[in-house]
């Protein structure tokens, strides 16, 4: 951008120039926003396959629904539904940081979404599915404890992992394994748990591969009152990740 | 609560009457949401999942406790409509459509219409075959046991992955293991409270309505799950 050489030491947010084929920004931002929202729309109908599934599936098989949620720990869940509404506080906040010229606290609550982020990813991929796909628990995982005396003795990735006997196999579909498993439909629960999660764990990967994105423009102080529009998007897909969460979480951990 | 931008109208040739400035011509003007504002919608966020937790918790708890068995949707109704005005909140105030342009409202409400016709034309479809063609029934065939995966050899794909540890580890140690899984993870049957069909020697269930177990010809109940404890 030429802009980014210009002599004017004003901030690149009240340099920038909207499309020419806009009338005005307020016109260019609308649109945007318009078209992201059509994209979220997408989105939702996309997550919409994983909830009709679960509502077909558990009407026809409650006794593997009943089963599959009481797998679950519902504190893990909690504790990462917690860190997703605090995130999207704090990516609300960016948007107001960015409205009202704040650009240091813009960049604090951007990096702070961030890292709710990753926290919430690290949850789900170390103390959630890699035991229960693999049987293999993180040494730092606080249920770990309680399984001390079932140990094989298998070890894995420097010792970090440790494996417990007959937890493992809990995978979806053709993948399932787990050998105490009472209802024969167990596998259906494990694949929507798996689709259903996974795909709404690629999605905060995304989101914050976005807001990252933004941060580092925002040391440029691309953003400000009158030009936000990134920082916005960002944050509403981050807002949509927050919302498939809100229905994912009472659906998988707390209905029984 | 939130104000508009302090904008200062410039005349502007590609828009002489001003259409597109704040406020004007019905255009979406730009909000700002104060931080109060989203500070009480996370607090009020966070009340709920405390609420909606507490609710699921609670209701394992009562039903053992007192004896009773709670009809199953009082907790899918009770925890969906806590999801559903905690959506609402994220929507209206941290995606900011109170404040924002009714266009975007509507293609949210929209998606969500669409959902609603996918879920429930599914379910029409699947659940009431029977009652327009008894016929038709049959054609809803349950599946998803994974029987027909080849490592499973023809059975359910649970009893192969049982069937695997027995063959490779005994039957002694797929007890002794089963036991200590059990300790962490109970099975549906070991809570004795849940409103089961089966009837066991340690309880008897009072049979309302016409269910297939009064019917004479209908499956023996199974056996309780036995296991050591």
């Known amino acids: 951008m030429s802009t980014l050489h210009s002599k004017s030491d004003a901030p690149l947010w009240q340099k920038y120039k909207h499309g020419h084929h806009w009338r005005s920004q307020s016109e260019e931002f609308d649109g945007i926003k318009l078209g992201f929202w059509l994209f979220l729309a997408t989105e939702i109908l996309l997550f919409g396959g994983i909830f009709c599934a679960y509502a077909i599936f558990r009407a026809m098989y409650p006794g593997a629904w009943l089963e599959g949620s009481q797998s679950l720990d519902w504190r893990w869940g909690s504790i990462n539904t917690v860190i997703l509404l605090l995130s999207s506080y704090t990516a609300a906040t960016a948007v107001f940081c960015a409205q009202t010229d704040r650009q240091k606290r813009l960049q604090l609550n951007l990096i702070i979404t961030i890292i709710c982020g990753g926290i919430f990813v690290a949850i789900k991929f170390l103390f959630e599915y890699t035991p229960k796909w693999s049987g293999y628990f993180f040494v730092l995982d606080p249920s770990f404890a309680s399984h001390a005396a079932e140990l094989t003795g298998n070890k894995a990735f420097f010792g970090l992992f440790q494996e417990v006997a007959g937890y493992g196999g809990k995978r979806p579909g053709e993948l399932f394994g787990y050998p105490f498993a009472t209802d024969p439909n167990i596998g259906l629960w494990w694949g929507i748990y798996y689709s259903g999660t996974a795909l709404h764990a690629l999605h905060v990967l995304v989101g914050m591969a976005l807001l990252a994105r933004v941060l580092v423009k925002s040391f440029k102080q691309t953003y400000g009152p009158t030009y936000y529009t990134g920082v916005e998007i960002a944050a509403l897909y981050w807002h949509l990740v927050d919302l498939i969460w809100i229905f994912l979480f009472p659906m998988l951990y707390l209905i029984h | ?229």
């Open chain 2, 1 to 229: 609560m939130a104000h508009t931008h302090a904008d200062t109208p410039a005349f502007d040739p590609l828009d002489p009457h001003g259409q597109n400035q704040p406020g004007h011509g019905g255009h979406a003007t730009h909000v700002i949401v104060t931080p109060f504002m989203l500070r009480s919608v996370l607090a009020i966020l966070l009340l709920f999942t405390a609420a909606t937790v507490g609710m699921a918790q609670l209701e394992m708890w009562a039903q053992p406790f007192f004896g009773i068995a709670l009809p199953k949707w009082v907790n899918v109704v009770g925890v969906l409509a806590i999801a559903t005005v905690k959506s609402i909140l994220v929507v209206m105030f941290f995606m900011q459509l109170r404040y924002d342009n009714p266009m975007n409202s509507l293609v949210l409400v929209a998606s969500i219409f669409c959902l609603v016709i996918f879920i429930s034309f599914t379910a029409i479809d699947l659940f009431t075959r029977g009652a327009i063609d008894p016929v038709k029934y049959g054609q809803v065939t349950k599946g998803g046991t994974g029987a027909m995966v080849a490592a499973a050899g023809g059975k359910p794909m649970y009893q192969a992955a049982k069937d695997r540890l027995i063959e490779a580890h005994g039957q002694s140690h797929f007890e002794a293991l089963e036991h200590a899984t059990h300790a962490h993870h109970p099975h549906p049957a070991d809570h004795s409270w849940y409103p089961t069909d089966e009837n066991s020697p340690n309880k008897t269930r009072r049979r309302t309505g016409m269910t297939d177990a009064l019917k004479t010809d209908a499956p023996a109940p199974a056996a309780d799950h036995a296991h050591p404890h």
